[in-house]
T-cell receptor, first 116, second 114 residues
Framework: GAVVSQHPSRVICKSGTSVKIECRSL??????MFWYRQFPKQSLMLMAT?????????EQGVEKDKFLINHASLTLSTLTVTSAHPEDSSFYIC????????????FGPGTRLTVL | TQLLEQSPQFLSIQEGENLTVYCNSS?????LQWYRQEPGEGPVLLVT?????EVKKLKRLTFQFGDARKDSSLHITAAQPGDTGLYLC??????????????FGSGTRLQVQP
C-alpha cells in the first residue's frame, strides 16, 4: 500500500505557457502533500507543503504566484507552473503522508518538465 | 535553516568493495532517513533511524545514527552494481508551522563497476 502517482511523467512546453502536474495518493488519504524540485545532479529541495482544503505553505524563495498549488481533496494535489520559462525546467516530485505516520513520506515517481 | 552535508559527493568503486557515506549537520533531528534514488524516479525509503546511537542493518547496508542525533552514516559491504544510485539522507524536523518536514542532504552518487 501507500502508492503515490504523478501525471504526466514528462512534459515539454513552450516558454510562457502554463503546465499542471497532478499528484495522487492511490490507496490512502493523504493528510499532507509536499512538492519538491530537483535540478540535475542535485538533491531535492522542498518547494511547498499543502494540506487538503487550506492554502499551501511555501518555502522561502519560492514564488507562490508562479507555482500554484491546489489540494482539493485528500487524494489529489496539483502544481501549476504558470508562465513557465526555461529556468523552470526541472524534475518535480511530490510526496504524501498518511494519518498516524507523519514522518513517513511516500514519494511519487516525479515529473520531468522541459521548457523550450 | 537545517543543512545536511553528505560526503563524498561522488564515489566510483569496483564490485565487492566496501564504502561508507556520511551525513553531517549542526542541527539535531528527531529522526533521520536514508533514501536511494534511481535516475528519473522518485526516492525510495531505505531506513529510518530514531534513537541516538541506533544501528540498523538492511542486508549489506548498515545505518548508524550519531549519539547526538546530528549525523549519520551508511556503510555498504561488498557493493554490487545494483547498489548504483543516488543516496540521500533526510532529517525530520519540526517546522515553524508546527508540522514535520524533511530536509534532504546534498546527496552521494554511487557507481559500482562490475
Amino acid at each position: 500500500g501507500a502508492v503515490v502517482s504523478q501525471h504526466p511523467s514528462r512534459v515539454i512546453c513552450k516558454s510562457g505557457t502554463s503546465v499542471k502536474i497532478e499528484c495522487r495518493s492511490l490507496d490512502f488519504q493523504a493528510t499532507t502533500m509536499f512538492w519538491y524540485r530537483q535540478f540535475p545532479k542535485q538533491s531535492l529541495m522542498l518547494m511547498a507543503t499543502s494540506n487538503e482544503g487550506s492554502k499551501a505553505t511555501y518555502e522561502q524563495g519560492v514564488e507562490k504566484d508562479k507555482f500554484l498549488i491546489n489540494h482539493a481533496s485528500l487524494t489529489l494535489s496539483t502544481l501549476t507552473v504558470t508562465s513557465a520559462h526555461p529556468e523552470d525546467s526541472s524534475f518535480y516530485i511530490c510526496s504524501a503522508t498518511r494519518t498516524g505516520v507523519p514522518d513517513t513520506q511516500y514519494f511519487g515517481p516525479g515529473t520531468r518538465l522541459t521548457v523550450l | 535553516t537545517q543543512l545536511l552535508e553528505q560526503s563524498p559527493q561522488f564515489l566510483s568503486i569496483q564490485e565487492g568493495e566496501n564504502l561508507t557515506v556520511y551525513c553531517n549537520s549542526s542541527s539535531v533531528f528527531s529522526s533521520l532517513q536514508w533514501y536511494r534514488q534511481e535516475p528519473g524516479e522518485g526516492p525510495v525509503l531505505l531506513v529510518t533511524v530514531v534513537t541516538g546511537g541506533e544501528v540498523k542493518k538492511l542486508k549489506r547496508l548498515t545505518f548508524q545514527f550519531g549519539d547526538a542525533r546530528k549525523d549519520s552514516s551508511l556503510h555498504i559491504t561488498a557493493a554490487q552494481p545494483g547498489d548504483t544510485g543516488l543516496y540521500l539522507c533526510a532529517g525530520v524536523h519540526l517546522r515553524y508551522t508546527g508540522r514535520r518536514a524533511l530536509t534532504f542532504g546534498s546527496g552521494t552518487r554511487l557507481q559500482v563497476q562490475p
